[in-house]
């Protein structure tokens, strides 16, 4: 950076364009070019054309219009005062109505069948007053009344303008004449005033009251004032170069003009010109449009164009005459110059005559150059050939060669330094001439920025380097500093007084005081520098007191109020440059920002646009996301503000309200007490899934500097689902108590029953007790029994059967003796015969006496014993066990066996069989027991019985029908003969059990 010493004389300001934001067609979409704008309800500009309505939604252009069948192309659209859309188009014209969906669908107003001049005109033209819509063509007009909803139809040929003056509505055309709609009667009158026939109007603009300007179709602007028109004078004075494409009136009472060849003027009521906000070499602008201070829209051919007309800084670039690549920039002789992409520019004073500020040097050196500097009235140029010096009036002549001049500076001491990658060199002027002061040393490498402070200039050599540059005693003192111990990165060089501030990366910082010649601390720059969100790479203090920095993407202020600072990083963000450098010139009232292919203006005593007043923000839309309409529109069946549960989930989306601000930003929002919910680049806010309740959401906007603009409160509620209102709850409690007596009801009833199946189950369960107590005495007894007859079986078996063997062996031995003669040994032979049929009577007595159940064998073992005990043949028995045995009761197993025996030995002694099969099969609820022989059969009618005792089927009826069984014996003659006894196992008192 360049230190300027002051100069002889106060250097005139050049005046370069203001800040714009540019909208291609492409990023827009949808329309054609040529298309003229207007603002929707919101506030919102927009753009109409074939099918299309297309609206800038804070950062996103958005078509509004639905689709139709058939194209309809929007000639002309224009917002009433209560937010209705007309719109005017070819043959037709209407209302924009909103459909479910929030879009826009166009609504003819024009049901009766029109004059046949109607259907041949492309309507282009909307004008609003408060009683009537007025609509134009080339072929005449059409005038439709609120009131009444009348159509009037004016065919008037060659219609160059509507306007409205004074109350009245004129019709100018293309002949020169001018018509007055007479409302009282609904008809057009020829105006009386000499003076309007001598023009066509193209455009008319009321100034104030009894004054406007015109704008007339042979190219030129008039001042009417009363019945009185004269031209303009000025700039836009006489026959102008091209026709007037737009005019514009401003909220702050000028009019933006747009001239064709010529560009966009501001002008006061008078016509005079007070600024140029845009030349002849940006694209011609033909439609203009405001709708807020500050901000004037255009219409090109390549898109629309946003421009702060009012903004405190101007820019300057090749449409001003300057190129701009790595500026820099000194005042002398009245005027700035710049040095710039190797060339060098002055700026022209102003004229009045569009030239552009800025121009090429006259008799700069040949090869151009990129140093710049003034000491004095003397100017110096730097290039590879030397230095070139000159005063006003006089020519550049060479004072130094043999030399790159890369960058020059001028320090307060008077001396010039030239500084080159490889040597150095100072000037200073002796005897009124410029010569060098000391012997040149070697360079500290390439200087890319030099920045003055007091005698000294520091120069940014790259990472972590910087040097100091001094004069002393006759000699050239350069000093670097490269050992700072911060990470590696540009050091940024700038001071404030007479302290160097050097800025490295991470906001390390470092302060050098060119009083002290040393470094030292700075409190009070730690506080400024601390106060700013980012970190500043260079800082500078103008005449108020006011610090500004540049960050590395753009410029802020900082300004003391008490012991605070006051950050203001929007109102110049539209400086978007990488740590541009600044500068003011002597006169004090502008810093200059240099960035690497920018050049801006900033007016010191200007007032920021102060974009944290904004308004706070529109909602715009209300949809919901499971019907996807609008809950806006005056035509749903739904009030957005109290939301039924169904619709619980909503897009929200807001516009700003205003245009104001060069950031593109977002919104937060916050539901109730939660916290703050950021979408930086959206404006849509998204609520999924709300309960019902009451809800407070406030949405403010945000951008990269945080939020700003005030903010706006919306309260809604998302009312209950039926089964969960009042009156759901409500005649729940009412149910509730039905169901709670019909409840009781049902319960003392179940009680009873209840009672009355315990009864009987008490009562059978007392029975089967009773049988069970019936049963288990008699298989106690039939136990008894046994264990008696057992113990008497044995008891026969220990005394008369050992009782008849001994007798039956004395009566042998007795018989066998020589005394006994034939007589008596017959005698006793017959005494043992009769023994012996004893002693089988008493062992047959015994084993039908003993059960061998008892002896804890089991059935089915008892079965094979009893088998085996029968002596047969082997294989002419079987015994075969079907299913998983298990114990039965004693008295079962003891019947059973008796059963079996009682089988099997009538087989033996009758049957004259020559097999025998027994079969004892478990089931789940009996036991059977099968005995089949192949005999000669038996008559199962005839009564069965034994001279030896043994019982017949008669028994095992008995002893069947005792168990509770089946008998079962099926004979046949010669065919054998086959028993099943089924005895049940599971009786209800067992089942209890």
Not at 122 to 133: C, E, N, P, Q
Not at 287 to 312: D, Q
Not at 700 to 708: N, R
Request: one cysteine or more; a neutral charge.
């Amino acid at each position: 950076m360049v230190s300027i010493a002051a100069t002889t004389a106060a250097a005139s300001v050049p005046v370069g364009h203001p800040p714009t934001r540019r909208y291609s067609f492409e990023e827009i979409g949808f329309v054609a070019r040529g298309t003229p704008l207007t603002f929707d309800q919101y506030g919102r500009i927009g753009i109409s054309g074939t099918d299309a309505f297309v609206v800038l939604n804070d950062n996103v252009w958005k078509n509004l219009l639905e689709a139709g069948a058939d194209p309809i192309p929007l000639n002309a659209v224009k917002t009433d005062s209560d937010g209705t859309l007309y719109y005017a188009s070819l043959a037709s014209w209407g209302r924009l109505e909103k459909t479910p969906s929030g879009c826009y669908r166009a609504t003819p107003l024009l049901q009766e069948a029109p004059p046949s001049w109607v259907l041949s005109t492309h309507f282009d033209r909307v004008l609003l007053t408060s009683d009537s819509v007025y609509i134009a063509g080339f072929n005449g007009m059409i005038r439709w009344d609120r009131a009444s909803r009348k159509t009037t139809f004016f065919e008037v040929p060659n219609l160059s303008s509507i306007y409205v003056y004074e109350g009245n509505v004129f019709i100018s055309t293309h002949s020169h004449e001018r018509l007055r709609l007479d409302l009282q009667t609904n008809t057009l009158e020829r105006d009386t005033n000499d003076a309007s026939e001598t023009f066509a109007v193209r455009h008319f603009v009321d100034t104030g009251p009894h004054t406007a300007l015109i704008a007339t179709m042979g190219r030129h602007l008039l001042r009417l004032a009363g019945d009185t028109v004269e031209p303009v004078t000025g700039r836009l004075g006489g026959e102008l170069p091209g026709p007037v494409l737009a005019m514009q009136r401003l909220p702050e009472g000028e009019i933006a003009v747009s001239v064709a060849a010529m560009g966009v003027f501001l002008v006061d009521s008078s016509g005079r010109v007070k600024t140029e906000i845009a030349g002849p070499n940006d694209p011609q602008i033909t439609n203009l449009a405001c709708m807020e201070p500050g901000v004037l829209w255009g219409a090109t051919e390549h898109g629309v164009v946003k421009i702060f007309y009012r903004s405190r800084f101007d820019t300057f670039g090749q449409a001003d005459g300057i190129p701009v690549v790595w500026p820099q920039i000194v005042s002398w002789d009245g005027g700035v110059i710049v040095a710039s992409g190797g060339r060098f520019y002055e700026s022209v004073p102003e004229s009045g005559t569009g030239e552009r500020p800025f121009r090429p040097l006259q008799d700069e050196p040949k090869v151009g150059g990129w140093g710049i500097a003034t000491s004095g009235d003397t100017l110096f140029l730097g290039n590879n050939l030397g230095v070139f010096a000159r005063t006003p009036g006089k020519p550049f002549e060479c004072v130094l060669a043999g030399l790159d001049a890369f960058r020059l500076a001028a320090s307060e001491d008077g001396t010039c330094f030239v500084i080159g990658e490889r040597e150095i060199a100072a000037l200073r002027k002796t005897n009124g001439e410029w010569r060098e002061a000391a012997p040149r040393i070697k360079g500290g490498g390439n200087p890319y920025n030099v920045h003055s402070v007091d005698r000294a200039v520091w120069i940014e050599l790259g990472v972590n380097r910087v040097a100091r540059l001094t004069m002393k005693s006759g000699a050239i003192q350069l000093q670097t500093f490269e050992d700072f111990g911060w990470d590696p990165g540009w050091i940024h060089v700038s001071s404030v007084g007479h302290r160097v501030i050097l800025a490295g990366a991470k906001n390390h910082r470092a302060y050098y005081n060119e009083d002290l010649e040393q470094f030292t601390s700075a409190a009070e720059l730690d506080r400024v520098l601390s106060a700013s969100p980012v970190p500043v790479r260079r800082l500078l203090r103008d005449s108020r007191g006011v610090y500004w920095g540049s960050y590395d993407s753009g410029v802020l202020t900082l300004t003391p109020r008490g012991a605070d600072l006051q950050v203001d990083q929007r109102g110049l963000a539209g400086i978007s440059e990488v740590v541009p450098r600044l500068q003011v010139l002597e006169a004090g009232t502008d810093v200059w920002v240099c960035g690497r292919h920018s050049l801006a203006r900033v007016s010191i005593d200007a007032p920021a646009s102060d974009v944290s007043m904004a308004p706070a923000p529109t909602l715009v839309s209300a949809r919901d996301d499971r019907t996807n309409l609008d809950l806006l529109n005056a035509n749903s069946a739904i009030e957005w503000r109290r939301l039924p549960y169904r619709n619980n989930s909503l897009t929200l989306a807001f516009f700003r309200g205003t245009y104001v601000g060069y950031r593109s930003h977002g919104y937060r929002h916050r539901l109730n007490d939660g916290g703050w919910v950021t979408e930086k680049n959206s404006s849509r806010v998204s609520l999924y899934d709300l309960r019902e309740g009451d809800y407070r959401l406030a949405v403010q906007a945000v951008d990269d500097a945080g939020p700003f603009g005030a903010t706006s409160t919306f309260e809604f509620a998302v009312l209950p689902p039926w089964y969960r209102t009042w009156f759901a709850f409500a005649a729940y409690g009412s149910l509730g108590v039905i169901l709670l007596f019909a409840a009781s009801r049902l319960s003392a009833r179940r009680t009873r029953a209840r009672n009355r199946e315990l009864q009987r189950l008490v009562s059978e369960r007392t029975r089967q007790l009773e049988r069970t107590i019936v049963q288990l005495g008699e298989e106690a007894r039939e136990r008894a029994t046994l264990e008696e007859r057992n113990r008497l079986a044995n008891e026969i078996h220990d005394s008369l059967e050992q009782g008849f063997t001994g007798l039956a062996m004395q009566l042998e031995a007795t018989s066998r003796l020589p005394l006994v003669g034939p007589e008596v040994s017959a005698g006793i032979q017959t005494a043992i015969e009769m023994i012996s049929f004893c002693r089988k009577e008493v062992r047959n007595a015994v084993r039908n006496l003993h059960s061998a159940i008892l002896d804890n064998r089991g059935l089915d073992n008892a079965l094979g014993q009893l088998i085996k005990q029968l002596g047969l043949p082997d294989g002419a028995a079987s015994l075969e066990i079907i299913g998983a045995p298990r114990p039965l009761s004693s008295s079962v197993e003891h019947h059973l066996i008796r059963i079996a025996q009682e089988a099997i030995a009538n087989v033996v002694k009758h049957a004259r069989a020559q097999t025998v099969a027994v079969t004892l099969n478990y089931t789940d609820d009996a036991v059977s027991l099968t005995v089949a022989d192949d005999g000669v059969g038996l008559a199962t009618a005839r009564p069965s019985g034994s001279a030896s005792g043994h019982f017949g089927v008669p028994s095992i009826r008995e002893r069947v029908k005792k168990m509770g069984g089946l008998l079962e014996i099926v004979s046949s003659p010669g065919k054998g003969t086959r028993l099943k006894v089924q005895i049940p196992t599971r009786t209800p008192v067992l089942q209890s059990n």
